[in-house]
C-alpha cells in the first residue's frame, strides 16, 4: 500500500497525534479529528509540513454524525479509507466503586465503549463496500486485568478488548482486520493526571523494562497492526507495555 487513507480519533494529543505524525512522515493521506477546532486546523498543518495531506474534523467520538462526518469526509476528499485508529478514550473519574455515579459513567462509557462501536460501524460501512480495511481499537492493559479504582475504566477497556474480537469475526468476511493495542503505562497527559508524582517514581522501578513507554512506541505497534504486515492477524489484542503482562518482575533490591 503506497500512501493509505487513514482516519484517527482523538489525535489531538498523546498516543493519537503521535500516530497521526508518524503516518504523516510516510506520506499517508490523513483525517485526525477531535473535539478542539483550533488545535486540530494547526495539527493538520503540521502534518501537511510533514509532506502528507491532511484534513481536520471536530468530532465528538459519543455522537454518531459526528463519527459519520468523520469517515465521510475520507471517503469525499480522498476516495476510500485504508485504516482507522480508533483512540480517543478518557479515563473519566479514578476512585472507588462506591463513588460511581450515572454521569462518570455515562462519559467514559459513552467515550470508550460507544464511540468504539460508532467508529467500527461507520468504518465498516465504507470498507465493506470497497472490500476490506484495517481497524485498530485502543484498549489498555487495565482491559486485560483490574486496577483499584478504575472500575469503570477498566470495565470500558475490557469491553472494547470484547468487541475487537467480535467484529474482526465479523469483519473477516469482508477482508476488514480488527484488531486493538492495549498500551501499557504510557508518558501521555492521560498518564500525568492518573498517576501522582509518586506513582510514577514507583511505576519505573516495579516495570520489567524500568521506564514508561512513549506515545511514539504505541504508535509503531498500531502501524504494524494495522499495515499488510500482520495481514494474518486479526481479532488480537496486542499488549504493548515494556513487559508487565508477562509476569511478575523481580522486586527492585531494598
Ligand atoms: N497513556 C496511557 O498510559 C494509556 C494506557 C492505556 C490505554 N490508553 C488509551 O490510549 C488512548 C489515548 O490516550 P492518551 O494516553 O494519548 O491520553 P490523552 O492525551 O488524554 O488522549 C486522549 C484523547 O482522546 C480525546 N477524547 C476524549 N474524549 C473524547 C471524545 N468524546 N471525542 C473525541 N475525542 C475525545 C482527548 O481529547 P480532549 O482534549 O477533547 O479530551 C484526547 O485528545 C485512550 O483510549 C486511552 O484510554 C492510554
Known amino acids: 500500500m503506497s500512501a493509505p487513507v487513514v482516519v484517527i480519533t482523538g489525535a489531538l494529543t498523546g498516543i493519537g497525534r503521535a500516530t497521526a505524525c508518524a503516518y504523516a512522515r510516510q506520506g499517508a493521506d490523513l483525517v485526525v479529528s477531535g473535539r478542539h477546532q483550533d488545535v486540530g486546523d494547526q495539527l493538520a498543518e503540521e502534518l501537511r509540513d510533514h509532506g502528507a495531506q491532511a484534513e481536520f474534523v471536530c468530532a465528538d467520538v459519543r455522537r454518531e454524525q459526528d463519527v459519520r462526518n468523520v469517515v465521510d469526509k475520507a471517503v469525499d476528499r480522498f476516495g476510500r479509507l485504508d485504516i482507522a485508529f480508533n483512540n480517543a478514550g478518557t479515563e473519566g473519574k479514578i476512585g472507588p466503586v462506591t463513588e460511581v455515579t450515572d454521569e462518570g459513567y455515562q462519559s467514559v462509557f459513552d467515550t470508550n465503549v460507544k464511540g468504539t462501536l460508532l467508529c467500527l460501524k461507520h468504518e465498516f460501512r465504507v470498507m465493506k463496500e470497497q472490500g476490506g480495511g484495517s481497524i485498530v481499537n485502543v484498549s489498555s492493559i487495565f482491559g486485560l486485568m483490574g486496577y483499584p479504582d478504575a472500575t469503570v475504566y477498566a470495565g470500558s477497556k475490557h469491553a472494547v478488548s470484547g468487541i475487537?474480537?467480535?467484529?474482526?469475526?465479523?469483519?473477516?468476511?469482508?477482508?476488514?482486520?480488527?484488531?486493538?493495542?492495549?498500551?501499557?503505562?504510557?508518558?501521555?497527559?492521560?498518564?500525568?493526571?492518573?498517576?501522582?508524582?509518586?506513582?510514577?517514581?514507583?511505576?519505573?522501578?516495579?516495570?520489567?523494562?524500568?521506564?514508561?513507554?512513549?506515545p511514539e512506541e504505541i504508535a509503531e505497534a498500531v502501524q504494524y497492526l494495522a499495515s499488510d504486515k500482520a495481514g494474518y492477524i486479526t481479532g488480537q489484542v496486542l499488549t504493548v507495555d515494556g513487559g508487565l503482562m508477562a509476569g511478575w518482575p523481580l522486586f527492585p533490591e531494598s
Open 164 to 214: 475487537t474480537k467480535a467484529a474482526a469475526l465479523e469483519g473477516a468476511a469482508h477482508g476488514i482486520r480488527v484488531n486493538a493495542v492495549a498500551p501499557g503505562y504510557t508518558r501521555t497527559a492521560m498518564y500525568e493526571r492518573v498517576n501522582s508524582a509518586k506513582d510514577r517514581d514507583a511505576i519505573g522501578s516495579v516495570l520489567p523494562v524500568h521506564r514508561p513507554g512513549t
